[in-house]
């Protein structure tokens, strides 16, 4: 199984930069045939899917983030990382790093359905 770490969040101003990281502590399944991807969600709302990142490091952004944030993985590290730029106070949330084995084709890798594995989520807060 897969076990998930994700870690990085803290409280920064607009316009600042944070690196969130994600990493697969512990695996007996082939970890790079998996797709991961970064998911935030605030009180009241469902998860809403920000980047990810296919085994052939192929990416998908929410448009609300295209621009301003990168997704980016070390397959040796077994570890996926989110830069994100130029924050905005809406970028607050709780982030949450998704992964599994997504088949090719699947229409989205950006919809929370498709993970059965999740880290325990890292709280980003943009303050004005």
């Known amino acids: 199984d897969v076990r998930l770490e994700d870690s990085g969040g803290e409280a920064v101003q607009a316009g600042g930069s944070l690196r969130l990281t994600c990493v697969a502590a512990w695996y007996t399944a082939d970890y790079s045939r998996y797709t991961t991807a970064w998911f935030r969600q605030v009180p009241g709302k469902g998860r809403e899917g920000v980047a990810s990142i296919e085994p052939n490091g192929r990416t998908a952004y929410a448009d609300s983030v295209k621009g301003r944030f990168t997704i980016s993985k070390d397959t040796a590290k077994n570890t996926v990382y989110l830069q994100m730029n130029s924050l905005k106070p809406e970028d607050t949330a709780m982030y949450y790093c998704?992964?599994?084995?997504?088949?090719?084709?699947?229409?989205?890798?950006?919809?929370?359905?498709?993970?059965?594995?999740w880290g325990r989520g890292t709280q980003v807060t943009v303050s004005p």
């Open positions: 998704a992964s599994d084995e997504i088949p090719p084709g699947y229409p989205s890798t950006l919809r929370a359905v498709a993970y059965g594995k």
